[in-house]
Nanobody, 124 residues
Framework: QVQLVESGGGLVQAGGSLRLSCAAS????????MGWFRQAPGKEREFVAT????????YYAASVKGRFTISRDNAKNTVYLQMNSLKPEDTAVYYC?????????????????WGQGTQVTVSS
């Protein structure tokens, strides 16, 4: 088991920045690639970004590429999502999760050990 706790969400104006953190405990965090997803009201959960276990490889959804940066610190058992140039359409609950089926890293079904989520609200 891996326990995940997200933090860092909040209310920000369009064009602003936020940094989300996801702290892990339990089984060896560094064994897992990690991902961030988001879910807006009335919409399905969507992939945001993923990072390899070493941090050397990352992949982003087209909607956030160039604005968001995923990173990790295995010594601190933490993965981050730096979000810049935020837009109102980025408003959602953001979740981190551990990737257990690396064949399909953009699908939520490939992830286990989800956090409880953190709310990000971007005002126009």
């Amino acid at each position: 088991q891996v326990q995940l706790v997200e933090s860092g969400g909040g209310l920000v104006q369009a064009g602003g920045s936020l940094r989300l953190s996801c702290a892990a405990s339990g089984r060896t965090f560094s064994n897992y690639p990690m991902g961030w997803f988001r879910q807006a009201p009335g919409k399905e959960r969507e992939f945001v970004a993923t990072i390899s276990w070493s941090g050397g490889n990352t992949y982003y959804a087209a909607s956030v590429k160039g604005r968001f940066t995923i990173s990790r610190d295995n010594a601190k058992n933490t993965v981050y999502l730096q979000m810049n140039s935020l837009k109102p359409e980025d408003t959602a609950v953001y979740y981190c999760a551990a990737l257990t089926d690396p064949r399909v890293p953009t699908m939520s079904a490939a992830y286990d050990y989800w956090g409880q989520g953190t709310q990000v609200t971007v005002s126009s």
